[in-house]
Nanobody, 119 residues
Framework: QVQLVESGGGLVQPGGSLRLSCVASGSFLGIDAMGWYRQAPGNQRELVAR???????NYEDSVKGRFTISRDNAKNTVYLQMNSLKPEDTAVYYC?????????????WGQGTQVTVSS
């Protein structure tokens, strides 16, 4: 069994910053790509940023230049540094990862962390 636990969400004013963290735990041999998704009320869940095991990143267009995804493989942790936050960034942010296990590939989601950008 594998598990992802996010932290770091909260309320921030427009223009502010937040750093999200997601720690993986459980029984696995390795972690492939890790990513952050978000879902605002009434909207579909969308990819925000993704990072491969080798460090290649890609971002949703609206967050390019403002958000940075990184990972610490030794700590099984992925981060999302969010700067210059806008009200439209308000959403529940979910961590996702692809695990390599003895039972095969496993895709897992965290429980989500709320990010609210408001004055």
């Amino acid at each position: 069994q594998v598990q992802l636990v996010e932290s770091g969400g909260g309320l921030v004013q427009p223009g502010g910053s937040l750093r999200l963290s997601c720690v993986a735990s459980g029984s696995f041999l390795g972690i492939d790509a890790m990513g952050w998704y978000r879902q605002a009320p009434g909207n579909q869940r969308e990819l925000v940023a993704r990072i491969t095991s080798g460090g290649t990143t890609n971002y949703e267009d609206s967050v390019k230049g403002r958000f940075t995804i990184s990972r610490d493989n030794a700590k099984n942790t992925v981060y999302l540094q969010m700067n210059s936050l806008k009200p439209e960034d308000t959403a529940v942010y979910y961590c996702n990862a692809g695990f390599v296990t003895i039972w095969g590939a496993r895709d897992s989601w965290g429980q989500g962390t709320q990010v609210t950008v408001s004055s």
